[in-house]
Nanobody
Framework: QVQVVESGGGLVQAGGSLRLSCAASGSIKSINAMGWYRQAPGKQRELVAIITIGGITKYADSVKGRFTISRDNAKNTVQLQMNSLKPEDTAVYSC???????????WGQGTQVTVSS
């Protein structure tokens, strides 16, 4: 139905920047938001940032002021610009295309972000 593909992960030193990209394709007419989540080894997955088709954004407190989420609805893509990266940002970052009524998330495969000190 819906396919989600992430790209842009990698290795960066503390204080550096990375930009993640996510593209959704398929039966996407029911998608109302796209978000970025992350999961470190042995830890629970957490919401990093999310953006609705109307441009409303929400960020985790830990990344607010450092990360920026944006989207191109025409291309069904979303980007996460990550600045001032910290070692604690190290995780697998996954993109989700989200529906409402009913609620559902289509997940990408994840991309590794590693921040060295």
């Amino acid at each position: 139905q819906v396919q989600v593909v992430e790209s842009g992960g990698g290795l960066v030193q503390a204080g550096g920047s990375l930009r993640l990209s996510c593209a959704a394709s398929g039966s996407i007419k029911s998608i109302n938001a796209m978000g970025w989540y992350r999961q470190a080894p042995g830890k629970q997955r957490e919401l990093v940032a999310i953006i609705t088709i109307g441009g409303i954004t929400k960020y985790a407190d830990s990344v607010k002021g450092r990360f920026t989420i944006s989207r191109d609805n025409a291309k069904n893509t979303v980007q996460l610009q990550m600045n001032s990266l910290k070692p604690e940002d190290t995780a697998v970052y996954s993109c989700a295309a989200e529906t409402v009524f009913p609620t559902f998330k289509y997940w990408g495969q994840g991309t590794q972000v590693t921040v060295s000190s």
